[in-house]
């Protein structure tokens, strides 16, 4: 059954087929997706297939993605979770994007506290990366206070918009 985790003002749940269109209002908007490594989607057919994706993932043990909800509300303002995800090597990346408009407010810092939690809690995490555009200083700064440690630079290691940009690698170990 899929972990549903609460922190003091958000839901952290299963990503269903409804939340295409809060996928698709994140993943359209230039300024989430400039520091991703992702191409800005156009359409809602690539959403779904996003929720295809994070869905089989999770069902084959490749990585859990929550989507971020306020409690109480309904509808989606961001998503969180881990990707490259190795039980074997216990070990995996955490990943989050949240609209523009939350930026800011401490509900990234919020979720990425409780995700980090569950992985070493209950998935036997020992080693939670993540791997971030050197650019994007304000995910830098969210890692740095969680307690990850820098490890060095990927030159050229992730492209967008047909660019290559130079990425900073972090960890996290199990205390």
């Not at 003002?9 to 359209?28: N, P, T, V, Y």
């Not at 995996?92 to 992985?119: D, F």
């Not at 990850?148 to 990927?154: D, I, T």
């Amino acid at each position: 059954m899929f972990p549903v985790l609460e922190t003091e003002r958000l839901e952290l749940r299963e990503l269903i087929k409804e939340d295409a269109k809060g996928i698709f209002a994140c993943f359209s908007n230039d300024k989430v997706t400039r520091f991703y490594g992702q191409e800005t989607l156009i359409n809602m057919e690539e959403a779904e297939k996003f929720v295809d994706f994070f869905s089989k993932n999770y069902n084959e043990k490749r990585g859990i993605r929550w989507g971020i909800e306020w409690k109480g509300a309904s509808g989606i303002i961001g998503t969180i979770g881990f990707n490259a995800w190795s039980p074997k090597h216990k070990r995996a990346e955490i990943g989050y994007e949240i609209y523009p408009e939350q930026w800011r407010k401490g509900y990234t810092s919020e979720a990425v506290s409780k995700v980090l939690s569950y992985g070493f809690a209950h998935m036997g995490l020992t080693r939670i990366g993540a791997v971030v555009f050197i650019e994007n200083v304000a995910s830098n700064k969210l890692l740095e206070k969680a307690g990850f440690q820098k490890e060095g630079v990927l030159r050229d290691n992730m492209y967008q918009g047909g660019k290559a940009y130079d990425t900073n690698v972090y960890s996290l170990l199990r205390k």
